[in-house]
């Protein structure tokens, strides 16, 4: 038996249990005691710390509390001072809006009243330009109408049209076979154009300037003028416009042979091919196989041997024409730049006179944009016109630099009136006191003068006289 010794307090009163009961009864009581007060003990201590961080959370949560609605104050606080602020810059900027209206009305209505005597000028001035260049728009489009009426006058009158054919044919044979061309239309029973390739190879040309289709009776006449010529190896008979009846196959191209074996080739709407000389130019292996067909085969004999002969010729003839038409097809694509050209240089008159117009445009532009004085003085010259009969210029306008500042102290000088002259001498020499060179004035009198006011080597420039 073991024997445990316990310190206990002297007034402790011993459980009879320890006294007379067993001794693992004892053993069991002492180790069930013990644990109960540890986990007394540890429930105690568990709780006394749960109360003390309780209050401590309470407290830390009182104080948090306070300053959180200390700032919630401070920022109501704050909020209504902004807003006080904002109201008050509201008012502000609402003064200062009108405040800047009123100013803006007074400005405009100042400006406006201010500007209303130079816009009243510059309105004048505008419509004094305006009817100076209706005027000038009236002049461009009688001379629009007067070049369309030639146009039109050369494209009615038939004989003029056939003039017209073939002067065009005429080049574009000459540049397309280099060869030797004539016109022939005034002579009797005979064709337009004479085209002599080489010796004992010429060929009749016919052209027709329609705008209808060219009739059978005009295809039968050209057979009789070749009938008429048997000299020539064949005829060509050209539609420029139009096609022939008859004669309308694929590429515009046709050919017959006559009776005594020479050809005519029929070509229509000759004017629609984008590079006419081009087109032309690939007929020339149907001229050589002409030529070659014309020259007898030694060896050959007999009505059969020459039928022979000459379908043999007509197969390698049409089969020549379509690889040339093949070949112009596609080598036409390529010739717009030239086409284009031509185009350019029959409308250079229509250039110049948009390139007028322009000019007198930019003019009005510059006096509505301009001063007062530049205004005035580019409408002066505008209004300045210069007679006709002495000078090439229509205007003082057209002229620039020391040119337009000679003539401006000639017509200072001199009055223009038919029938009266000065002497060219004296007026070089008042030029020159003006500082205008001789040779200066001189060489500007082709561009100034008219050939009949100012001739070369004359003594005198006709339709002046001095004005003191």
Known sequence: MTKLILPIPSDYRVPELYETGDKAIIAVALTLGAQAYIALESEAVSKARGETHADAVKKVTEELQGTFDAQVKA??????????????????????????????????????????????????????????????????????ESLQ???TKSFTSSKEKGTLGEILVEQFIKKAFDCDVSIISKDSQTADIRMCRTTGNEYLWEVKNYTRMVTTEEVEKFRRDMRLHPEMRGGILVSLRTGIVGRSRG???????????????????????????FYLQTLRPLFQILEAMAKPSAGEGG????????????????????????????KHKNSLVAHRKRMDAMFAEFGAYLMESETQLQTMLRV???????????????????????????????????????VTWLLEATEAREGVQIEIKEMLARAKEKGFSENFVRDSREDLFQ??????GARYIMGLRWRD
Do not use: C, P, Y
């Open 75 to 144: 920022l109501r606080r704050e909020k209504v001072r902004v807003e006080e602020a904002l109201e008050a810059t509201k008012a502000r900027l609402e003064a200062l809006e009108n405040a800047a209206a009123l100013q803006r009305a007074a400005v405009q209505k100042e400006t406006k009243e201010a500007m209303a005597d130079v816009l009243a000028a510059k309105e004048e001035q505008i419509q004094r330009l305006q009817a100076v260049l209706d005027k000038q728009v009236g002049g461009l489009a009688t001379r629009f």
């Open 149 to 151: 009426s030639s146009l």
């Open 251 to 277: 590429g515009d191209i046709d050919i017959e042979f006559m009776e005594d074996g020479r050809s005519i080739i029929f070509v229509s709407n000759l004017l629609a091919r984008e590079d006419v000389v």
């Open 303 to 330: 009505e059969a041997a020459a039928l022979v002969r000459a379908l043999e010729s007509k197969a390698a003839l049409i089969t020549n024409l379509l690889r040339s038409h093949a070949t112009s097809v596609a």
């Open 368 to 406: 509505a944009l301009g001063g007062t004085d530049a205004s005035e003085e580019v409408q002066k010259d505008a209004e300045t016109f210069l007679s006709a009969l002495v000078f090439t210029k229509e205007r003082l306008t057209d002229l620039e630099g020391r040119q337009k500042a000679f």
């Open 451 to 456: 050939g009949t006011a100012w001739a070369r």
